[in-house]
């Protein structure tokens, strides 16, 4: 599985308000530095395509000046030392999230998996619109349990589970001639790239539509695949949209706004003899996309969107071995929060969707079971679970408040644990984290001891299996005095961070409020349930 560099797919801004003795780190390369040092970066690596085989809340996003919330705890309540606990659930108010959309029962459904970019993807001669096969089909077809449209009963499946090659040079032998002047059509209109991928995905579509008798598609779509689907139903190809044919749409690390690094180049840089030039390239870029696709590409048109139930899924390690990003953006805009291969801000949309984040690097999306089982859920289950870390009361903020250095700040990471993923598959592996070290955390501002400052963190958003009914949730504060990834920097501290204490907790399945409490901080948990 091998793809160019350019294949890295893919926050808001640190307020600059930051109290006079810290510095804002921002890392300054000349021009010539970054001609020398980008052409080393284009080699070839491995991504979306497996052939063998500035938003959620910081990025370097400070919340707003905190305010402290009233309190709801009493005095005895702030002094508890005991081990970490969890109360029975306070009533919540009867306003709830937007629920998902409502799926008719007992409809056959096949979900079909779309691939990501190959750098020789688009030179490759064979008949495109085909079956596919690849690790990430395969991890598909063992965690959801499916058939595949080779195996399946055809009447009793309810689902099943198929995979497309859009890349190719050949009509395949379900095409009509109107079919295969389609494409060609839209060949000579864009060059071939997204819009003609979309059209031999829907194509596809359709005709597994009449072979199976099924009324309904489900996408799961990995790196450009996203962008792909995107096109399909922003252009409604096929009348897919429009005839309500797309039941689920999951987005795992989606190019669904496009490309940082391809963005970054000009196109009349030299620069552009390392890259593969082709129609994918091209239309990965942040401008293609506007002006093509949507002017406002965060934004989900809900007249084409509203049948659809959506997901998505994003990872945020790029320091691994494999990591591309942690080169290149030095050289533009310092560290942004990314998988090694895309912006973390560019693999999801600005919306009411769940929301899976994963500490994995997008080269290893094909073996990390923590996507397939999510997305299993996503497909079956019933149930869409959020919980929201709503305040925390620090009884150290360790900082030492001085008149050049006003304020403590803290940031909490998650871990969230599935019993039933370890009863079923023996895997006690996070289902969602949301970690110091991925620099996407909020940062609260803290002035004093003892306070209670208003979070309304996200902590899960997603659905779980339907006989779940508890999730264990570990929580860890830390207060930060020099970060890069953060943008801090206190010139008399020499420390990096402070923890502030963990929490390990296990949270029931059923709306309302939950305190938690440890020896060194406490808070309240809120948690909505949405049945479908």
């Known amino acids: 599985m091998s793809f160019y560099i350019l294949n890295i797919l893919q926050n808001s801004s640190e307020s600059e308000t930051l109290v006079p003795n810290k510095a804002r780190l921002k890392p300054s390369f000349p021009n010539f530095a970054r001609s020398l040092l980008i052409p080393l970066l284009f080699i070839v690596v491995g991504c979306g395509s497996d052939s063998s085989k500035k938003e959620l809340p910081h990025e370097t996003q400070t919340i707003e000046e905190t305010t402290t919330i009233k309190e709801v ?44 970019y190959d750098e020789k993807g688009y030179k490759k001669e064979h008949d495109y619109g085909l079956q596919y096969y690849d690790t990430f089909k395969n991890n598909l077809i063992k965690y959801t349990e499916l058939p595949t449209i080779d195996n399946y009963n055809g009447e009793e499946f309810s689902n099943l589970i198929t995979a497309v090659d859009y890349y190719g040079d050949t009509p395949p032998s379900y095409y009509g001639e109107q079919d295969t002047e389609d494409i060609e059509q839209i060949d000579k209109r864009y060059g071939g790239g997204i819009p003609k991928y979309a059209h031999i995905v829907a194509k596809f579509a359709k005709n597994v539509l009449k072979e199976t008798n099924a009324s309904k598609i489900n996408i799961i779509s990995a790196s450009m695949g996203s962008l792909v689907t995107r096109w399909l139903i922003e252009k409604d190809v096929e009348g897919l949209v429009s005839q309500k044919r797309i039941a689920k749409w999951m987005s795992v690390e989606g190019v669904v706004h496009g490309n940082y690094a391809l963005s970054q180049v000009d196109d009349n840089s030299f620069l552009n003899i390392f890259i593969e030039n082709s129609a994918d390239t091209d239309q990965m870029k942040y401008q293609w996309i506007e002006d093509n696709l949507n002017p406002t590409p965060r934004v989900l048109n809900p007249i084409l969107y509203k049948d659809i139930e959506l997901s998505q899924i994003s990872l945020t390690n790029g320091k691994d071995k494999g990591s591309l990003l942690k080169y290149v953006l030095p050289l533009y805009d310092g560290f942004l929060p990314n998988d090694g291969v895309q912006l973390f801000r560019d693999t999801y949309f600005d919306a009411n969707l769940t929301h899976t984040v994963l500490h994995d690097s997008h080269l290893n999306i094909n073996n990390n079971s923590a996507t397939f089982l999510t997305i299993n859920n996503f497909l079956k289950a019933k149930k869409r679970i959020q919980i929201t870390l709503l305040n925390a009361r620090l009884r150290d903020i360790h900082e030492e408040i001085t008149d050049t250095n006003q304020e403590a700040e803290v940031i909490f990471e998650s871990r969230v644990f599935s019993p039933k993923n370890r009863e079923r598959w023996d895997k006690d592996i996070a289902i969602d984290e949301r970690l110091y070290k991925s620099g996407i955390l909020s940062i609260y501002h803290y002035k004093e001891q003892n306070s209670l400052y208003a979070l309304n963190q996200i902590l899960f958003d997603g659905f779980v299996d339907n006989s779940e009914s508890k999730l264990t949730i570990l929580l860890e504060g830390f207060e930060i005095d020099n970060s890069t990834i953060y943008s801090i920097k206190e010139r008399d501290s020499n420390s990096s961070i402070d923890s502030i204490g963990a929490i390990q907790t296990t949270i029931e399945l059923k709306n309302g409020v939950y305190e938690i409490s440890s020896d060194e901080w406490s808070g309240y948990i809120k948690v909505e349930v949405i049945e479908i």
Do not use: C, M
């Open 73 to 116: 705890v009493t005095q005895d309540e702030q002094n508890r030392t005991e081990s970490p606990t969890v109360t029975a659930p306070i009533p919540l108010p009867t306003a709830t999230p937007t629920p998902p959309v409502v799926i008719e029962k007992n409809q056959k459904t096949v979900t079909i998996y779309i691939h990501g």
